[in-house]
């Protein structure tokens, strides 16, 4: 059995005993998103998601269908919704692990940064009269390729100007 459906297994077992609690409807339109869920690798978007869906799902489910589930997914601690830049973002964790996240401020992109360092001490931290259940550290900046494409903007702007003083 593989890894992606060892996850799914324990996610969706402990989905359908949230829902007794809940009292909701198990339908097939959750349990295949989830299924999805637990496939897709990092962080990922509402969009992200709706195209995998297209693409791997057995059958079509809307916009709305994919919000509602991540809120019950959510709720039931399977996915972590990270409200970030422009848009949420949202990440399979049915077994809670300590992160760090790197967060472009200019085009929103998201990733994890695998730092066994930071997430040991993540891991690590203790805080009076709270209890930390999910330690999530969040790095904002700009990425690689918006750096780069700051910088020909920015060569671009100093070639136009030295050209109008001559």
């Given at each position: 059995?593989?890894?992606?459906?060892?996850?799914?297994?324990?996610?969706?077992?402990?989905?359908?005993e949230?829902?007794?609690?809940?009292?909701?409807?198990?339908?097939?339109?959750?349990?295949?998103?989830?299924?999805?869920?637990?496939?897709?690798?990092?962080?990922?978007?509402?969009?992200?998601?709706?195209?995998e869906?297209?693409?791997?799902?057995?059958?079509?489910?809307?916009?709305?269908?994919?919000?509602?589930?991540?809120?019950?997914?959510?709720?039931?601690?399977?996915?972590i919704?990270?409200?970030?830049?422009?848009?949420?973002?949202?990440?399979?964790?049915?077994?809670?692990?300590?992160?760090?996240?790197?967060?472009?401020?200019?085009?929103?992109?998201?990733?994890?940064?695998?730092?066994?360092?930071i997430?040991n001490?993540?891991?690590?931290?203790?805080?009076?009269?709270?209890?930390?259940?999910?330690p999530?550290?969040?790095?904002h900046?700009?990425?690689?390729?918006?750096?780069?494409?700051?910088?020909?903007?920015?060569?671009?702007?100093?070639?136009?100007?030295?050209?109008?003083?001559k």
């Open positions: 059995m593989s890894e992606n459906t060892e996850l799914y297994n324990l996610a969706a077992q402990r989905l359908t949230f829902m007794k609690g809940k009292i909701t409807r198990k339908t097939p339109e959750r349990f295949e998103i989830l299924r999805v869920v637990c496939q897709t690798q990092g962080i990922f978007s509402i969009d992200e998601l709706q195209e869906m297209e693409k791997k799902a057995k059958f079509q489910v809307s916009r709305v269908t994919l919000f509602n589930t991540l809120k019950l997914l959510e709720e039931a601690k399977l996915v919704k990270h409200t970030l830049s422009r848009a949420a973002h949202y990440e399979c964790c049915v077994t809670p692990h300590p992160m760090v996240c790197l967060v472009c401020e200019q085009c929103g992109s998201v990733r994890k940064l695998e730092s066994s360092k997430e001490w993540l891991s690590e931290q203790k805080c009076k009269h709270f209890i930390i259940s999910q999530v550290l969040y790095f900046g700009l990425c690689r390729s918006c750096m780069v494409k700051n910088s020909i903007k920015k060569r671009k702007a100093n070639s136009k100007t030295k050209i109008q003083k």
